[in-house]
């Protein structure tokens, strides 16, 4: 099968990950979190950065953090992951989901504002498949209406809004390093923020509600467990080393497809607005309904070829996990854009392991369905 995601690890990362195991214990034990953490805040232009098992904990710890609890409502986008609502319910808050812009796929302005009621606490724009909302409007509605922004970059390290980095736009920013992720620990993930009081508190929640330079063992709260290895760091540190190379090679891809597809109409690929650099985490091409192909019909043919895809995220309200919330029934109304798009939209092989020709073999098959 031709792989839909999937890293680049060279010799480099396995012989870290080595040193890590044979040396990140005793008086190391500590070194190879720590300095992957400054790198990462470095390189997003962010204060702090907390590595965390995962984005999802990034989530969690977000909103525990910034004061997100029981009856507040957080506005989400309809089309992502659930790992970007499930910490909501986790909190004892209410996901209220609100629709695509055409263009990004990702959260709309427009859509966020007319969402928001008097228990609207936060947002969590997502930076859908490496592209980014119009972060600007976002901010400034959010900030119209004093609510907190948290910035889900789970899908977005490497892809810059208007000169800044993904991540740096929120109150937090939460990246994901699961293995099918740009920059992977294996299972992973960070929280970036510039607020002091903030990075504490989510240290604090991190570890079981201990306090910096307490006393032994003596918890002055009940939280969590959210770590991460020196292995993970360790291979992390030299994924950060490398995004450049990471970001070029998906970007490439994307390239690729848009050459070898340019020819076929009703066929559109992610965009990318001016302003934005896009870090085509996933190529994802939307069929023209005309097709008269449903995005699994044309996965099961793909994959009788021999070809790996995903289908495109389908609207989180239309999900049997949110059919009891009273939520669910007016965003299938009112999200148009996202019931519009999702079945026909398919995530194409975007694994950092693919060649050009390999592309060029996938464009073939995929015209070849079409014609
Ligand atoms: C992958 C992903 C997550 C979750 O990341 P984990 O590290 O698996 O918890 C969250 N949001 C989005 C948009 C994702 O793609």
């Known amino acids: ?94 996901p209220v989901f609100a629709d695509i812009d055409p263009e990004t796929w990702c959260l709309s302005a427009a859509a966020l504002e007319a969402c928001i009621t008097p228990r609207t606490k936060a947002v969590i724009p997502v930076d859908l498949y490496g592209n980014l909302p119009d972060l600007a409007a976002i901010c400034a509605v959010a900030e119209r209406h004093g609510i907190i922004v948290i910035e889900d970059a789970a899908q977005a390290i490497g892809s810059e809004f208007q000169g800044r980095k993904a991540g740096s736009f929120g109150a937090t920013g939460c990246f994901s390093f699961h293995g099918t992720k740009t920059l992977t620990t294996g299972e992973g993930g960070m929280l970036v923020t510039d607020r002091q009081d903030v990075a504490e508190r989510v240290r604090f929640l991190a570890d079981h509600g201990r306090a910096p330079g307490e006393r032994m063992f003596w918890n002055t709260e009940v939280a969590y467990k959210h770590k991460m290895s020196s292995m993970q760091a360790a291979l992390g540190s030299v994924q950060l080393a490398r995004i450049g190379e990471l970001v070029g090679r998906k970007r490439d891809i994307f390239g690729w497809y848009r050459e070898s597809l340019s020819g076929l109409v009703g066929l559109t690929l992610n965009s990318e607005s001016p302003g934005t650099l896009n870090s085509c985490w996933m190529t994802t091409a939307i069929l023209d309904p005309r097709f008269g192909m449903a995005k699994e019909e044309l996965i099961r043919r793909l994959a009788a070829a021999g070809i790996a895809s995903r289908p495109f995220f389908y609207p989180l309200s239309s999900l049997p996990a949110y059919a009891g919330s009273p939520q669910s029934a007016p965003a299938q109304a009112r999200n148009a854009v996202a ?27 995929l015209i070849d369905i079409l014609a």
């Open 1 to 94: 099968m031709i792989p839909v995601a999937g890293p680049w690890i060279t010799q480099r990362e396995i012989d870290a990950v080595t040193e890590a195991t044979a040396h990140g214990w005793y008086g190391n034990a500590g070194q190879h979190v720590r300095s992957f953490e400054s790198a990462f805040a470095t390189y997003t232009g962010r204060q702090h950065a907390i590595a965390l098992p995962s984005c999802t904990s990034a989530l969690h710890l977000s909103l525990l953090a910034l004061g997100v609890g029981p009856g507040d409502e957080v506005i989400v986008p309809e089309a992502t992951w659930i790992a970007t609502a499930a910490p909501i319910t986790y909190v004892g808050a209410i």
């Open 339 to 365: 019931y519009r798009l999702s079945p026909y939209g398919i995530n194409l092989p975007s694994a950092l392991s693919l060649d050009r020709a390999t592309v060029a073999q996938v464009c073939r098959v």
